[in-house]
């Protein structure tokens, strides 16, 4: 099966009309009704940044499928306890904590929006009124090990595939970038300023500049050296993608999605032996611990990552901080 696509993947959205139901494929977006669709995309749009877009409709989508909502009139007529109803839905579903207070958060802000206008009386999503769940401050995101990282890049061949995905698994390793920011990378980004990263549309703003390890670009420039004989160019422009699809279904050469990067990863990670549970943001969460762990200040490693606050630094940490309390080795033997 080829893995790779050229768009961000949705997620699915329940079918069946109870709100636990397991989703089966994206139904309930875009909403059919013209009134309806056109309610929400007012709200979806308002939203600054493209992930929150997508991952606003992903949630909006679940909320109108789980509740078999399909009119402006319905929509606007919800109660809290539905609203109740599909929160505790998600959590039968098995879905996160923190997934579950994302789709609440869409939910609460279109009524929010909807109610500033004067279209609701009252936000049936309040959070007063409907609770978000609790997220722990601890990162459940493992790490790899110096070794595994090892393992995980020596399942990259020579081939044009392989050049790619080894450079994009160093990329991702050691400039830290989240799968989305590795999406968007133009080749512009690796040339513009010298020895540095341009990552543009980040999550922190417009763009933010980070050093460039010597080792990425070079596996980057060894990977376009045989792409660009595969597409028959001359050379990579500044506005090419740097990670491009090589699926043989669809046009190759497109720019790589954030979730076929998510399954690059995975895939090389089962290749390597590796059995756990390992996405493309465990290679940023192991960039931050291999980092600290080798006497990077905690500051330079904030600023690497491009996090606003250093608690969220901390948290891909906290793991090797509790190994290395030495409580327990210090307390006397009972046998």
């Not at 450079?167 to 300023?193: F, I």
């Not at 763009?207 to 660009?228: C, F, G, S």
């Not at 998510?262 to 940023?284: C, D, T, Y």
Request: aromatic share 4%; glycine share 6%.
């Amino acid at each position: 099966m080829d893995l790779e696509k050229t768009s961000p993947a949705g997620t699915p959205a329940p079918s069946e009309a109870a709100p636990d139901a397991a989703p089966a494929g994206i139904h309930g977006w875009p909403p059919g009704e013209p009134a309806l669709r056109r309610m929400l995309e007012e709200y979806v749009e308002s939203q600054s940044r493209e992930n929150t877009r997508l991952a606003y409709r992903k949630a909006l989508g679940d909320y109108l499928s789980a509740l078999e909502i399909g009119s402006a009139e319905a929509f606007l007529a919800a109660e809290t306890p539905d609203v109740v109803r599909y929160r505790n839905g998600l959590q039968r579903r098995g879905l996160s904590n923190s997934t579950i207070n994302q789709r609440l958060a869409a939910v609460r802000g279109v009524y929010r929006r909807l109610l500033k206008l004067g279209r609701i009386e009252r936000n049936p999503a309040d959070p007063e009124l409907v609770e978000g769940l609790r997220v722990s401050t601890e990162s459940r995101t493992e790490g790899l090990t110096l070794e595994e990282v090892k393992k995980v890049l020596s399942t990259c061949d020579a081939t044009v595939r392989g050049l790619r995905d080894r450079a994009l698994l160093m990329t991702l390793y050691y400039e830290g970038l989240r799968r989305s920011e590795a999406s968007k990378l133009n080749w512009r980004d690796l040339t513009t300023r010298r020895g540095l990263l341009e990552i543009r549309d980040a999550k922190g703003g417009p763009y933010e500049t980070i050093r460039l390890r010597p080792e990425v670009r070079q596996a980057i420039e060894d990977y376009h050296r045989i792409l660009n004989l595969e597409l028959r160019r001359l050379d990579t422009r500044p506005e090419d993608p740097v990670f491009v699809s090589l699926s043989t279904v669809g046009e190759k050469g497109v720019r790589l999605a954030p979730s076929s990067i998510n399954e690059l990863v995975k895939a090389h990670a089962r290749a390597a032996g590796i059995r756990r549970r390992v996405h493309a943001h465990a290679l940023r969460h192991t960039a931050t611990t291999h980092a600290l762990a080798a006497g990077a200040p905690l500051h330079q490693v904030q600023r690497h990552l491009r996090h606003k606050d250093v608690r969220t630094t901390l948290r891909y940490d906290r793991d090797r901080e509790v190994r290395k309390n030495p409580i327990l080795d210090l307390m006397p033997p009972v046998e």
